[in-house]
């Protein structure tokens, strides 16, 4: 038998020197061993068994005394219990909600109006249940599917949408599942999109509008629904026909962009014409208008001249008709290389060919030179031809000889 066992009164057998009685240290003899285990474990089978409405029997080392220290045991350790449990359900209860977030609290599945804010919450736990919603994270998802458009073409549409939770109360608790929700709304309205656009629209320059239009169908959606999200952005990434017919849609891509680049040349060239064709005609008019001044103002002038000469010559008659005789001579005679020369006594008018006598002078390049004249010069050539003249004519006859002053050849 153990030493330790039951019903061993520990006579000598106990290796730290007990008496057995009891098994508690100090107890009579002063003993300074550790306790008797089987007898700890049996009084605290004895206090649970209190605990839970149980008596508990008598042990065969227990005394009659020992029941009222008993009691007060099992008290104190109830009431750590439930100072300790207390203390646990109250440490559950403390929660941080960041501030990107918002708090929707749940007391005993009824949701309730406040919204958490951020900071260092509590709640009661096991009676609140506390649903954290993030509303300023961006949330993207992206579909991708073929459709058929207006015209009777099948286009596979890439799309992504970017949504934020506006409402965190309706987020959390009114939809059961607010993604599905979204991804189902977000299919539909691009199905009825595309379904009512052309295929040329939504492959070329009609993405945008497409875009837009989904976004505002969806969010529709959204608010019937009340799921709590707003669509702040849709995106098409990609459009384009099967891969059966995509080299034909390349072709016609590449055609119209020919047809574009075209029109935009086109455009260049007549945005540059068009300004040089009108300043060309703005020049035009205003020659025309120099010239139509010019004339009137001319006519003007002859036409106020001849006012005048008519002035003159109704004051003297012979005086005029001489002078504008003289003055159409010289105009006309002017642009001749010949020289006229009026002999006295003689019947005709010689005259000098100037030009003809030039005509066998040339300069060493083999152009003829152009004769140079002026008034003083033809006079001197003048007298000298007439003093010729006299010296060959009669005796005592005396030549006179009239000049006409004129301009060599231009």
């Known amino acids: 038998m153990a030493w330790n066992e039951p019903g061993n009164k520990g006579n000598g057998n106990d290796p730290w020197g007990g008496n057995g009685g009891?098994?508690?240290?100090?107890?009579?003899?002063?003993?300074?061993?550790?306790?008797?285990?089987?007898?700890?474990?049996?009084?605290?089978?004895?206090?649970?068994?209190?605990l839970l409405g149980g008596k508990g029997g008598s042990g065969s080392g227990g005394s009659g005394t020992g029941g009222a220290p008993s009691g007060g045991a099992s008290a104190g350790l109830l009431g750590g219990l439930v100072v300790l449990a207390a203390v646990v359900w109250a440490a559950l209860g403390f929660y941080t909600i960041d501030e990107a977030e918002r708090g929707v609290v749940l007391r005993f599945g009824e949701i309730q109006d406040e919204v958490v804010l951020p900071g260092l919450r509590w709640n009661p736990p096991?009676?609140?249940?506390?649903?954290?919603?993030?509303i300023s994270r961006v949330n993207t998802?992206?579909?991708?599917?073929?459709?058929?458009?207006?015209?009777?073409?099948?286009?596979?549409?890439?799309?992504?949408?970017?949504?934020?939770?506006?409402?965190?109360?309706?987020?959390?608790?009114?939809?059961?599942?607010?993604?599905?929700?979204?991804?189902?709304?977000?299919?539909?309205?691009v199905r009825h999109v595309v379904g009512g656009t052309t295929m040329d629209r939504v492959l070329t320059q009609g993405r945008a509008d497409v875009a837009n239009e989904v976004r505002a169908r969806a969010q529709r959606y959204m608010e019937t629904y009340r799921t709590g999200i707003l669509i702040t952005q849709v995106n098409v990434?990609?459009?384009?026909?099967?891969?059966a017919v995509q080299p034909a849609f390349d072709d016609v891509i590449r055609a119209r962009e020919d047809e574009q680049r075209a029109q935009n040349q086109a455009l260049a060239y007549a945005n540059r014409v068009i300004p040089e064709?009108?300043?060309?005609?703005?020049?035009?008019?205003?020659?025309?208008?120099?010239?139509?001044?010019?004339?009137?103002?001319?006519?003007?002038?002859?036409?106020?001249?001849?006012?005048?000469?008519?002035?003159?010559?109704?004051?003297?008659?012979?005086?005029?008709?001489?002078?504008?005789?003289?003055?159409?001579?010289?105009?006309?005679?002017?642009?001749?290389?010949?020289?006229?020369?009026?002999?006295?006594?003689?019947?005709n008018m010689m005259f000098l060919p100037l030009d003809r006598m030039m005509q066998g002078v040339s300069d060493a390049s083999g152009t003829m030179p152009r004769l140079q004249l002026n008034s003083q010069q033809i006079r001197e050539l003048a007298d000298q031809v007439g003093r010729e003249l006299s010296s060959q004519s009669t005796a005592g006859d005396r030549a006179r000889v009239q000049t006409v002053p004129v301009r060599g050849p231009r």
């Open 22 to 50: 009891g098994g508690r240290r100090g107890g009579g003899n002063n003993d300074q061993g550790p306790p008797d285990i089987d007898e700890l474990i049996r009084n605290l089978s004895k206090k649970f068994n209190g």
């Open 277 to 347: 064709a009108r300043g060309e005609a703005q020049r035009v008019i205003e020659q025309a208008n120099a010239y139509r001044d010019q004339v009137i103002a001319r006519a003007q002038g002859e036409a106020s001249r001849f006012e005048q000469l008519l002035t003159e010559y109704e004051r003297a008659p012979g005086v005029t008709r001489e002078r504008l005789y003289i003055d159409a001579i010289q105009e006309v005679l002017a642009n001749t290389s010949k020289v006229l020369i009026d002999v006295e006594g003689g019947n």
């Open 126 to 134: 096991l009676i609140d249940q506390v649903e954290k919603v993030n």
């Open 141 to 189: 998802r992206s579909y991708a599917s073929d459709m058929l458009t207006t015209d009777e073409n099948i286009v596979t549409v890439a799309i992504s949408v970017q949504y934020l939770v506006q409402d965190p109360m309706a987020y959390a608790v009114l939809v059961r599942d607010p993604q599905l929700g979204l991804d189902q709304a977000v299919e539909s309205a």
């Open 237 to 243: 990434e990609n459009a384009q026909p099967p891969m």
